[in-house]
């Protein structure tokens, strides 16, 4: 964390999915910290780039305090929640 400035715990849950839904068959935990005045798209980009994610497309959905990127064309899913 940088001094001063103050950073929110995110974690990242990449995984499968089958028929639309996250399954689990295997899955890549990691958090993240980052600075709070940041939000949205802005915070998908940063979680991608932890995860190596950013050469896919994606359709995010923001569900309070998790956001869903479906990476359809791969059958892959990334959740990023805020833990604190």
């Known amino acids: 964390m940088k001094q001063g400035i103050l950073c929110l715990r995110w974690q990242l849950e990449h995984t499968d999915t089958f028929g639309g839904e ?3 068959s295997w899955v890549n935990r990691e958090n993240v ?3 709070s005045k940041y939000s949205g798209p ?3 980009r940063k979680a991608k780039e932890a ?3 950013t050469h896919l497309e994606h359709t995010t ?3 309070g305090e998790t956001i869903r990127v479906d990476f359809r ?3 892959q ?3 990023i929640t805020l833990l604190s």
Request: net charge negative; aromatic share 20%; no cysteine.
């Open 51 to 53: 995860m190596g994610l």
């Open 77 to 79: 899913v990334l959740f």
């Open 61 to 63: 959905f923001d569900l």
């Open 33 to 35: 910290m980052i600075p």
């Open 73 to 75: 064309q791969d059958n």
């Open 42 to 44: 802005w915070i998908v």
């Open 22 to 24: 996250a399954n689990y």
